[in-house]
C-alpha cells in the first residue's frame, strides 16, 4: 500500500468505518475519545477544530460531553464527510446538540484553506498515522492554533509489557485481518492498519516530531495497556 493512497481505504469501508471501530476496540474507543476530550478540555466558547474526523465521532462526543459550541471537522474524504453529515441530521434534536454551530470540510489535513490563529484546540483521533506528509500537516495544525492553543492527538500504539504485546500482536496481525473479511468483506483494511501500527510503534518518533515543529508540554499517556496512547502538545 503507497503512502500517497491510504485515504482511498477509508471510502469504500466509509459506511462499515463506525461499526469495524466498536467490534475490533471491545468498545473502548468511545472511552479513548472521552479522554481526549477530557485532556483538551475547551471553555464553552472555545474553537475547536477536529482533523481526520472521519464519521466524526470526535465531533459529537465534544458536543456530548464538553461545553464546546464551536466546532470544525476535516476530511479527505468525501464518504466520510457525508456520513457525518448524516449523523448530525441524526442527532440534530438531541439536546446536546442544541445551540451548537457545526461546520464540516472536505480538505487535506496538510493544507487547508483555513485562517491562520483561529482555534483554540484541534484533535486528531487514529489519523496521524495515515497521514504521509506528517510534517506538513503538524506546521498545518500549529499555524491553525492560537497561542497556548492545545494540540491533542489520539493513536493506536503497541503495548510495552511483552505478556500482553505478544498476544495483542497475534490479535492484530492474524486475528483482525480475519475478522475484517467477515466484517468488511475485505481482508485489506485490517491488514493496513496492523501493518501503519507496527510502522508507526516502531519507526516514528513523534514527540520528537511534535517539538519540530515547535509545540512544547509535549505528554504521552499511554491507554488501556499500551494499545493506544493520547499526546498533548501545547503551542508557544
Ligand atoms: C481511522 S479514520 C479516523 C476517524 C475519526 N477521527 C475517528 O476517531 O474515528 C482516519 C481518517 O483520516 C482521514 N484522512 C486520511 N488522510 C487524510 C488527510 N491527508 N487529510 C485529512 N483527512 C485524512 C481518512 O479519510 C479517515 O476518515
Known sequence: MSEQNTHFIFDPMAAKYDRCNHIFSFGVDGRWRKRLIRAVAPYPHQCVLDMCTGTGDVVFSFLKHSPVQD???????????????????????RVWMRNKKVSWTLADAARTALVSGSFDAV???FGIRNIPDRTATLNEIYRLLKPKG????????????????IPYKFYLNRLMPLLGQWVVGDKE??????????????EVDFSTELARAGFKLIRKTPLSGGVAALWLAVKR
Open 71 to 93: 466546532i470544525t471537522g476535516i476530511d479527505i474524504s468525501e464518504s466520510m464527510i457525508n456520513l457525518a453529515q448524516e449523523k448530525q441530521i441524526r442527532f440534530s434534536r
Open 123 to 125: 484533535t486528531c483521533a
Open 150 to 165: 492545545k494540540l491533542g492527538i489520539l493513536e493506536f500504539s503497541l503495548p510495552a509489557n511483552p505478556l500482553f504485546r
Open 189 to 202: 483494511p485490517l491488514r493496513y492498519l496492523a501493518q501503519s501500527i507496527g510502522h508507526w510503534h516502531t
